[in-house]
Protein backbone atom coordinates (compact mmCIF):
# COMPACT_ATOMS: atom_id res chain seq x y z
CA UNK A 1 0.00 0.00 0.00
CA UNK A 2 1.56 3.35 -0.97
CA UNK A 3 2.18 5.75 1.45
CA UNK A 4 -0.33 8.89 1.62
CA UNK A 5 1.34 12.06 0.41
CA UNK A 6 -1.23 14.49 0.96
CA UNK A 7 -4.03 14.96 3.73
CA UNK A 8 -6.48 17.23 4.09
CA UNK A 9 -8.79 17.84 6.93
CA UNK A 10 -11.35 20.31 7.45
CA UNK A 11 -9.99 22.59 5.07
CA UNK A 12 -11.71 26.20 5.24
CA UNK A 13 -11.14 29.10 2.91
CA UNK A 14 -13.00 32.32 3.67
CA UNK A 15 -12.61 35.49 1.26
CA UNK A 16 -14.11 39.27 2.75
CA UNK A 17 -16.00 40.30 -0.61
CA UNK A 18 -14.79 44.21 -1.38
CA UNK A 19 -15.65 47.35 0.99
CA UNK A 20 -17.12 49.11 -1.90
CA UNK A 21 -18.07 52.70 -2.48
CA UNK A 22 -21.74 53.97 -2.45
CA UNK A 23 -23.12 55.15 -6.30
CA UNK A 24 -24.07 58.67 -5.30
CA UNK A 25 -27.01 60.13 -8.00
CA UNK A 26 -25.76 64.05 -6.99
CA UNK A 27 -23.02 65.79 -5.92
CA UNK A 28 -24.39 66.25 -2.36
CA UNK A 29 -25.11 62.23 -2.01
CA UNK A 30 -21.57 61.67 -2.77
CA UNK A 31 -20.14 64.39 -0.45
CA UNK A 32 -22.23 62.67 2.41
CA UNK A 33 -20.86 58.79 0.91
CA UNK A 34 -17.48 60.37 1.39
CA UNK A 35 -17.80 61.45 5.01
CA UNK A 36 -19.47 58.67 5.75
CA UNK A 37 -17.59 56.34 4.10
CA UNK A 38 -15.15 55.35 6.54
CA UNK A 39 -17.52 54.36 9.63
CA UNK A 40 -19.30 52.17 7.03
CA UNK A 41 -16.20 50.50 6.29
CA UNK A 42 -14.67 50.37 10.26
CA UNK A 43 -18.17 48.93 10.67
CA UNK A 44 -18.27 46.08 8.18
CA UNK A 45 -14.87 45.14 8.83
CA UNK A 46 -15.56 44.72 12.83
CA UNK A 47 -18.47 42.54 11.64
CA UNK A 48 -16.22 41.03 9.32
CA UNK A 49 -13.73 40.08 12.16
CA UNK A 50 -16.61 38.07 14.03
CA UNK A 51 -15.51 34.35 12.43
CA UNK A 52 -18.65 32.50 13.70
CA UNK A 53 -20.79 35.57 11.86
CA UNK A 54 -22.21 35.25 8.41
CA UNK A 55 -22.62 38.28 6.70
CA UNK A 56 -23.38 38.92 2.97
CA UNK A 57 -19.46 39.94 2.29
CA UNK A 58 -17.92 37.07 3.50
CA UNK A 59 -17.48 34.27 1.00
CA UNK A 60 -16.55 30.66 1.72
CA UNK A 61 -14.82 29.55 -1.24
CA UNK A 62 -13.83 26.28 0.64
CA UNK A 63 -15.72 24.62 3.04
CA UNK A 64 -14.64 21.61 5.82
CA UNK A 65 -12.68 20.05 2.90
CA UNK A 66 -10.84 16.34 3.69
CA UNK A 67 -9.34 14.41 1.09
CA UNK A 68 -6.47 11.79 1.23
CA UNK A 69 -4.15 11.84 -2.02
CA UNK A 70 -1.45 8.37 -2.03
CA UNK A 71 2.35 8.78 -4.00
CA UNK A 72 1.56 7.97 -7.35
CA UNK A 73 -2.06 8.73 -7.29
CA UNK A 74 -3.53 11.25 -10.14
CA UNK A 75 -6.38 13.49 -9.08
CA UNK A 76 -8.16 15.00 -10.85
CA UNK A 77 -10.71 18.00 -9.77
CA UNK A 78 -13.39 18.98 -11.41
CA UNK A 79 -16.04 21.41 -10.81
CA UNK A 80 -18.45 24.52 -12.25
CA UNK A 81 -16.99 27.83 -12.18
CA UNK A 82 -17.01 29.40 -8.52
CA UNK A 83 -16.75 26.24 -7.40
CA UNK A 84 -12.91 26.26 -5.47
CA UNK A 85 -10.78 24.40 -7.44
CA UNK A 86 -8.18 27.00 -7.96
CA UNK A 87 -8.84 27.82 -4.21
CA UNK A 88 -8.04 24.52 -3.29
CA UNK A 89 -4.89 24.40 -5.33
CA UNK A 90 -3.27 27.92 -4.52
CA UNK A 91 -3.76 26.76 -0.53
CA UNK A 92 -1.74 23.48 -1.85
CA UNK A 93 0.74 25.57 -3.13
CA UNK A 94 1.08 27.66 -0.35
CA UNK A 95 -0.11 30.96 -2.60
CA UNK A 96 -3.02 30.98 -0.34
CA UNK A 97 -3.38 31.08 3.18
CA UNK A 98 -6.62 28.89 4.04
CA UNK A 99 -8.96 30.55 7.07
CA UNK A 100 -9.16 26.91 9.25
CA UNK A 101 -8.24 23.37 8.80
CA UNK A 102 -5.06 21.50 8.45
CA UNK A 103 -3.04 20.27 5.73
CA UNK A 104 0.19 17.54 5.91
CA UNK A 105 2.21 17.44 2.43
CA UNK A 106 5.21 14.98 2.19
CA UNK A 107 6.89 15.90 -0.22
CA UNK A 108 7.98 19.07 -2.66
CA UNK A 109 5.46 20.87 -4.44
CA UNK A 110 5.80 22.27 -8.32
CA UNK A 111 2.80 24.18 -9.21
CA UNK A 112 1.42 25.51 -12.61
CA UNK A 113 -1.44 27.65 -11.50
CA UNK A 114 -2.20 31.27 -13.37
CA UNK A 115 -0.08 31.64 -16.23
CA UNK A 116 3.47 33.59 -15.47
CA UNK A 117 3.44 32.21 -11.99
CA UNK A 118 6.63 31.37 -10.35
CA UNK A 119 8.21 33.27 -13.49
CA UNK A 120 10.30 36.23 -12.41
CA UNK A 121 9.32 39.03 -15.49
CA UNK A 122 13.23 40.66 -15.66
CA UNK A 123 15.31 37.18 -15.47
CA UNK A 124 15.42 35.18 -18.77
CA UNK A 125 13.86 31.93 -19.58
CA UNK A 126 17.14 30.39 -18.51
CA UNK A 127 17.58 32.41 -14.95
CA UNK A 128 14.33 31.62 -14.23
CA UNK A 129 15.01 27.56 -14.77
CA UNK A 130 17.45 27.94 -11.81
CA UNK A 131 15.61 29.99 -9.67
CA UNK A 132 12.85 27.36 -9.54
CA UNK A 133 14.73 24.43 -9.38
CA UNK A 134 16.56 26.57 -6.57
CA UNK A 135 13.17 27.01 -4.58
CA UNK A 136 12.90 23.45 -5.07
CA UNK A 137 15.96 22.93 -2.96
CA UNK A 138 17.83 21.16 -6.20
CA UNK A 139 21.71 21.43 -6.50
CA UNK A 140 23.03 23.85 -9.88
CA UNK A 141 24.44 20.70 -10.57
CA UNK A 142 21.17 18.93 -10.78
CA UNK A 143 19.38 21.50 -12.67
CA UNK A 144 22.28 21.43 -15.10
CA UNK A 145 21.64 17.48 -15.47
CA UNK A 146 18.14 18.71 -16.24
CA UNK A 147 18.34 22.18 -18.39
CA UNK A 148 18.42 20.62 -21.82
CA UNK A 149 15.65 18.39 -21.23
CA UNK A 150 13.28 21.32 -19.75
CA UNK A 151 14.44 23.64 -23.05
CA UNK A 152 13.99 21.26 -25.17
CA UNK A 153 10.39 20.19 -24.50
CA UNK A 154 9.61 23.36 -23.90
CA UNK A 155 10.45 24.74 -27.47
CA UNK A 156 11.04 28.26 -26.56
CA UNK A 157 15.11 27.78 -27.17
CA UNK A 158 15.30 30.21 -29.56
CA UNK A 159 14.01 32.98 -26.39
CA UNK A 160 15.62 31.41 -23.90
CA UNK A 161 18.17 34.04 -22.99
CA UNK A 162 14.89 36.79 -23.26
CA UNK A 163 13.71 38.07 -20.29
CA UNK A 164 10.43 36.39 -19.53
CA UNK A 165 8.01 39.32 -19.77
CA UNK A 166 8.90 39.44 -23.73
CA UNK A 167 7.07 36.08 -24.04
CA UNK A 168 3.58 35.01 -24.99
CA UNK A 169 1.11 33.65 -22.69
CA UNK A 170 1.72 30.37 -24.91
CA UNK A 171 5.28 30.84 -24.74
CA UNK A 172 4.99 31.40 -20.55
CA UNK A 173 2.99 27.75 -20.03
CA UNK A 174 5.30 26.13 -22.43
CA UNK A 175 8.00 26.74 -20.52
CA UNK A 176 6.62 26.70 -16.78
CA UNK A 177 4.61 23.57 -17.93
CA UNK A 178 8.24 22.05 -18.49
CA UNK A 179 9.84 23.19 -15.46
CA UNK A 180 7.64 22.08 -12.98
CA UNK A 181 7.41 18.68 -14.77
CA UNK A 182 10.86 17.88 -15.27
CA UNK A 183 12.43 19.26 -12.01
CA UNK A 184 11.48 16.85 -10.02
CA UNK A 185 8.93 17.18 -7.33
CA UNK A 186 7.02 14.55 -5.96
CA UNK A 187 3.75 16.42 -5.81
CA UNK A 188 2.69 18.37 -9.50
CA UNK A 189 0.13 20.61 -9.42
CA UNK A 190 -1.69 21.82 -12.58
CA UNK A 191 -4.37 23.81 -12.97
CA UNK A 192 -6.49 24.98 -15.92
CA UNK A 193 -3.65 26.95 -17.53
CA UNK A 194 -2.47 23.99 -20.29
CA UNK A 195 -5.67 24.93 -21.97
CA UNK A 196 -3.70 28.25 -23.55
CA UNK A 197 -1.61 25.94 -25.59
CA UNK A 198 -1.66 24.77 -28.64
CA UNK A 199 -3.10 21.04 -29.18
CA UNK A 200 -0.18 19.47 -29.84
CA UNK A 201 1.34 20.76 -26.50
CA UNK A 202 -1.62 19.90 -24.56
CA UNK A 203 -1.50 16.18 -26.04
CA UNK A 204 2.25 16.33 -25.24
CA UNK A 205 2.15 17.17 -21.80
CA UNK A 206 -0.53 14.80 -20.69
CA UNK A 207 1.76 12.12 -21.92
CA UNK A 208 4.85 13.64 -19.71
CA UNK A 209 2.33 13.95 -16.42
CA UNK A 210 1.36 9.95 -17.46
CA UNK A 211 4.87 9.47 -17.50
CA UNK A 212 5.77 10.85 -14.39
CA UNK A 213 3.12 9.59 -12.27
CA UNK A 214 3.15 6.34 -14.01
CA UNK A 215 7.27 5.92 -14.14
CA UNK A 216 8.12 7.98 -11.62
CA UNK A 217 5.50 7.31 -9.14
CA UNK A 218 4.94 11.44 -8.68
CA UNK A 219 1.55 12.67 -7.46
CA UNK A 220 -0.48 14.63 -9.69
CA UNK A 221 -3.47 17.44 -8.95
CA UNK A 222 -4.95 18.60 -11.95
CA UNK A 223 -7.75 20.87 -12.57
CA UNK A 224 -9.70 21.14 -16.09
CA UNK A 225 -12.60 21.46 -17.48
CA UNK A 226 -11.80 19.58 -20.25
CA UNK A 227 -13.17 16.09 -19.14
CA UNK A 228 -11.14 14.76 -22.11
CA UNK A 229 -8.03 15.02 -20.64
CA UNK A 230 -9.38 14.73 -17.64
CA UNK A 231 -10.50 11.25 -18.36
CA UNK A 232 -7.28 10.86 -19.66
CA UNK A 233 -4.87 11.56 -17.63
CA UNK A 234 -6.75 10.31 -14.29
CA UNK A 235 -8.19 7.19 -13.13
CA UNK A 236 -9.41 9.14 -9.92
CA UNK A 237 -11.16 12.29 -9.43
CA UNK A 238 -12.83 14.73 -6.97
CA UNK A 239 -16.22 16.92 -7.67
CA UNK A 240 -16.43 20.10 -5.88
CA UNK A 241 -19.68 22.23 -5.63
CA UNK A 242 -20.00 25.04 -3.94
CA UNK A 243 -16.85 25.35 -1.88
CA UNK A 244 -18.09 21.07 -0.67
CA UNK A 245 -16.57 17.83 -1.90
CA UNK A 246 -19.78 16.84 -3.62
CA UNK A 247 -18.06 13.28 -4.60
CA UNK A 248 -14.52 11.59 -5.04
CA UNK A 249 -14.21 8.09 -7.10
CA UNK A 250 -13.84 7.05 -10.13
CA UNK A 251 -13.18 9.47 -12.84
CA UNK A 252 -16.00 8.10 -15.14
CA UNK A 253 -18.61 7.97 -12.66
CA UNK A 254 -17.52 11.61 -11.68
CA UNK A 255 -17.54 13.36 -14.60
CA UNK A 256 -20.53 11.52 -15.24
CA UNK A 257 -22.47 13.36 -12.04
CA UNK A 258 -20.63 16.24 -13.05
CA UNK A 259 -22.24 16.53 -16.55
CA UNK A 260 -25.50 15.54 -15.41
CA UNK A 261 -24.88 18.65 -13.05
CA UNK A 262 -23.95 21.16 -15.54
CA UNK A 263 -26.01 20.59 -18.49
CA UNK A 264 -29.63 21.52 -18.59
CA UNK A 265 -31.35 18.50 -20.46
CA UNK A 266 -34.65 18.71 -21.48
CA UNK A 267 -34.94 15.23 -21.90
CA UNK A 268 -38.92 15.02 -21.44
CA UNK A 269 -41.69 16.63 -23.22
CA UNK A 270 -45.22 16.80 -21.65
CA UNK A 271 -47.75 18.35 -23.63
CA UNK A 272 -50.60 20.27 -20.75
CA UNK A 273 -52.96 20.75 -23.94
CA UNK A 274 -53.92 16.90 -23.97
CA UNK A 275 -56.93 17.38 -25.98
CA UNK A 276 -55.32 15.94 -29.52
CA UNK A 277 -52.02 14.77 -30.84
CA UNK A 278 -48.73 14.15 -28.70
CA UNK A 279 -48.67 14.44 -24.92
CA UNK A 280 -45.80 13.02 -23.43
CA UNK A 281 -42.04 12.27 -25.22
CA UNK A 282 -38.88 10.78 -23.69
CA UNK A 283 -35.70 10.18 -24.63
CA UNK A 284 -34.11 7.70 -22.54
CA UNK A 285 -30.33 7.83 -22.86
CA UNK A 286 -27.96 5.43 -21.37
CA UNK A 287 -27.29 7.35 -18.05
CA UNK A 288 -30.95 8.03 -18.19
CA UNK A 289 -30.45 11.86 -17.06
CA UNK A 290 -30.12 13.17 -20.86
CA UNK A 291 -26.15 12.28 -21.37
CA UNK A 292 -25.96 9.68 -23.31
CA UNK A 293 -22.66 7.33 -23.85
CA UNK A 294 -21.70 7.12 -27.26
CA UNK A 295 -22.80 3.62 -29.09
CA UNK A 296 -24.92 2.51 -26.13
CA UNK A 297 -28.90 2.16 -27.23
CA UNK A 298 -31.41 5.16 -27.42
CA UNK A 299 -34.18 4.77 -27.01
CA UNK A 300 -37.57 7.36 -27.16
CA UNK A 301 -40.76 7.01 -25.73
CA UNK A 302 -44.14 9.03 -27.20
CA UNK A 303 -47.56 9.06 -25.68
CA UNK A 304 -50.40 10.69 -27.66
CA UNK A 305 -53.94 11.12 -27.08
CA UNK A 306 -56.87 12.00 -29.63
CA UNK A 307 -60.52 13.18 -28.78
CA UNK A 308 -61.50 10.28 -30.51
CA UNK A 309 -60.41 6.52 -31.55
CA UNK A 310 -57.27 8.04 -34.16
CA UNK A 311 -56.56 5.19 -37.39
CA UNK A 312 -53.21 5.24 -39.66
CA UNK A 313 -51.31 7.63 -37.69
CA UNK A 314 -47.97 8.01 -39.20
CA UNK A 315 -44.71 9.33 -37.21
CA UNK A 316 -41.09 10.87 -38.09
CA UNK A 317 -38.82 11.16 -35.87
CA UNK A 318 -36.17 13.97 -36.78
CA UNK A 319 -32.55 14.69 -34.90
CA UNK A 320 -31.09 17.83 -35.13
CA UNK A 321 -27.76 19.02 -34.06
CA UNK A 322 -26.27 22.52 -32.15
CA UNK A 323 -25.33 23.61 -35.22
CA UNK A 324 -29.33 23.31 -36.56
CA UNK A 325 -28.22 20.41 -38.75
CA UNK A 326 -30.60 17.62 -39.71
CA UNK A 327 -28.44 14.59 -39.09
CA UNK A 328 -30.26 11.54 -40.27
CA UNK A 329 -33.17 10.92 -42.37
CA UNK A 330 -35.89 11.38 -40.44
CA UNK A 331 -37.15 8.28 -38.72
CA UNK A 332 -40.29 7.03 -40.52
CA UNK A 333 -43.09 4.30 -39.42
CA UNK A 334 -43.44 2.15 -42.19
CA UNK A 335 -46.81 0.52 -41.17
CA UNK A 336 -49.37 2.38 -39.98
CA UNK A 337 -50.22 2.87 -36.31
CA UNK A 338 -53.98 2.41 -34.74
CA UNK A 339 -54.80 3.74 -31.82
CA UNK A 340 -58.20 3.15 -30.90
CA UNK A 341 -58.61 3.07 -27.31
CA UNK A 342 -60.09 6.52 -27.09
CA UNK A 343 -57.35 7.40 -29.26
CA UNK A 344 -54.57 6.96 -26.67
CA UNK A 345 -51.81 5.27 -28.13
CA UNK A 346 -47.74 5.19 -27.01
CA UNK A 347 -45.15 4.12 -29.48
CA UNK A 348 -41.23 3.18 -28.80
CA UNK A 349 -38.46 3.69 -30.94
CA UNK A 350 -35.34 2.02 -30.42
CA UNK A 351 -31.79 2.74 -32.03
CA UNK A 352 -29.85 0.07 -31.27
CA UNK A 353 -26.26 1.60 -32.32
CA UNK A 354 -26.72 5.40 -33.03
CA UNK A 355 -24.02 6.67 -34.44
CA UNK A 356 -24.12 10.45 -33.30
CA UNK A 357 -21.26 11.43 -31.94
CA UNK A 358 -20.35 14.03 -29.37
CA UNK A 359 -22.16 17.32 -28.90
CA UNK A 360 -26.11 18.17 -28.05
CA UNK A 361 -29.31 16.90 -30.18
CA UNK A 362 -32.64 18.04 -29.97
CA UNK A 363 -35.40 16.05 -31.33
CA UNK A 364 -38.60 17.58 -33.85
CA UNK A 365 -41.68 15.05 -34.25
CA UNK A 366 -43.79 14.96 -36.59
CA UNK A 367 -47.15 13.31 -36.75
CA UNK A 368 -49.71 12.99 -39.50
CA UNK A 369 -52.08 10.72 -41.09
CA UNK A 370 -50.56 7.85 -43.24
CA UNK A 371 -51.63 9.06 -46.01
CA UNK A 372 -49.91 12.31 -45.63
CA UNK A 373 -53.03 14.20 -46.52
CA UNK A 374 -53.71 15.56 -42.84
CA UNK A 375 -50.70 17.28 -40.63
CA UNK A 376 -51.49 16.84 -36.59
CA UNK A 377 -48.47 18.33 -35.29
CA UNK A 378 -45.03 19.48 -35.27
CA UNK A 379 -42.86 19.49 -32.42
CA UNK A 380 -40.37 20.92 -32.75
CA UNK A 381 -37.17 20.96 -29.98
CA UNK A 382 -39.45 18.54 -28.03
CA UNK A 383 -36.80 16.92 -26.38
CA UNK A 384 -32.83 17.04 -26.05
CA UNK A 385 -29.89 15.09 -25.15
CA UNK A 386 -25.87 15.08 -25.54
CA UNK A 387 -23.92 12.37 -26.19
CA UNK A 388 -20.68 12.11 -24.57
CA UNK A 389 -17.43 9.97 -25.59
CA UNK A 390 -15.77 10.27 -22.53
CA UNK A 391 -14.92 6.60 -22.02
CA UNK A 392 -13.77 5.88 -25.24
CA UNK A 393 -10.48 6.17 -25.10
CA UNK A 394 -8.63 8.23 -28.16
CA UNK A 395 -5.22 9.19 -28.51
CA UNK A 396 -6.55 11.91 -30.42
CA UNK A 397 -8.85 13.40 -28.53
CA UNK A 398 -12.38 13.91 -29.61
CA UNK A 399 -13.17 17.16 -31.72
CA UNK A 400 -16.71 18.14 -32.16
CA UNK A 401 -15.92 20.04 -35.13
CA UNK A 402 -14.18 16.94 -37.26
CA UNK A 403 -16.75 15.08 -37.84
CA UNK A 404 -20.56 14.04 -38.34
CA UNK A 405 -20.14 10.44 -37.29
CA UNK A 406 -18.05 7.78 -36.09
CA UNK A 407 -17.98 4.30 -38.04
CA UNK A 408 -16.62 1.15 -36.75
CA UNK A 409 -13.74 -0.35 -39.77
CA UNK A 410 -12.15 -3.34 -40.05
CA UNK A 411 -8.54 -2.88 -41.75
CA UNK A 412 -6.46 -5.40 -43.27
CA UNK A 413 -3.37 -6.11 -44.63
CA UNK A 414 -1.51 -8.95 -45.80
CA UNK A 415 -0.42 -9.97 -42.22
CA UNK A 416 -2.85 -7.99 -40.34
CA UNK A 417 -6.27 -7.85 -39.61
CA UNK A 418 -8.60 -5.91 -36.88
CA UNK A 419 -11.69 -4.05 -35.99
CA UNK A 420 -12.40 -0.69 -33.98
CA UNK A 421 -15.58 -1.11 -32.98
CA UNK A 422 -17.29 1.83 -31.68
N1 LIG B 1 -9.39 36.89 -3.99
C1 LIG B 1 -10.67 36.63 -3.89
N2 LIG B 1 -11.53 37.47 -3.25
C2 LIG B 1 -12.84 37.16 -3.15
N3 LIG B 1 -13.43 36.06 -3.63
C3 LIG B 1 -12.64 35.19 -4.28
C4 LIG B 1 -11.23 35.41 -4.46
N4 LIG B 1 -10.73 34.36 -5.14
C5 LIG B 1 -11.75 33.52 -5.39
N5 LIG B 1 -12.90 34.01 -4.87
C6 LIG B 1 -14.23 33.39 -4.94
O1 LIG B 1 -14.13 32.07 -4.42
C7 LIG B 1 -14.93 31.17 -5.17
C8 LIG B 1 -14.09 30.04 -5.68
O2 LIG B 1 -13.21 30.53 -6.67
P1 LIG B 1 -12.16 29.62 -7.44
O3 LIG B 1 -11.38 30.51 -8.35
O4 LIG B 1 -11.43 28.78 -6.49
O5 LIG B 1 -13.16 28.71 -8.29
P2 LIG B 1 -12.83 27.69 -9.48
O6 LIG B 1 -13.55 26.43 -9.18
O7 LIG B 1 -11.36 27.60 -9.69
O8 LIG B 1 -13.53 28.40 -10.71
P3 LIG B 1 -13.13 28.46 -12.28
O9 LIG B 1 -13.56 27.16 -12.87
O10 LIG B 1 -13.97 29.59 -12.78
O11 LIG B 1 -11.66 28.72 -12.38
C9 LIG B 1 -15.58 32.00 -6.28
O12 LIG B 1 -16.88 32.35 -5.87
C10 LIG B 1 -14.71 33.23 -6.36
O13 LIG B 1 -15.45 34.35 -6.77
Redesign the pocket.
Known amino acids: MSKTIIKVENLS ?1 R ?4 LQEKKADTFAQQLWNNFKAPVENFKRIKSLGKFQEENESV ?4 RDVSFEVKQGEVLG ?1 I ?12 ILSKI ?1 EPTSGRIEMNGRVAALLEVGTGFHPELTGRENIYMNGTILGMTKKEIDHKLDEIIDFSGVEKYIDTPVKFYSSGMRVRLGFSVAAHLEPEILII ?2 VLAVGDAEFQKKCLGKMKDVSQNEGRTILF ?1 S ?1 DMNAVYKLTSKSML ?1 D ?2 KISAIGTTEDIIRKYRTEVTQIQNQYFNPDQSNGVTFIEVITSTGTGIHEFGKPLKINLKAKFTSDFKNVALAFQFIDEFGHSVINPLVTQDKINWVNNGIGEIKLIIPYPRFILGKYSMTVHMGDKAGKQHIQTLENACSFEVAMDHLHSDYGWNRSAAFYLESHIWETENLKYESVY
Not at 15 to 18: A, M
Not at 79 to 90: H, I, Q, R
Request: proline share 0%.
Open positions: KYRIGHWALIGKNGAGKSTLLKTDEVHLQG
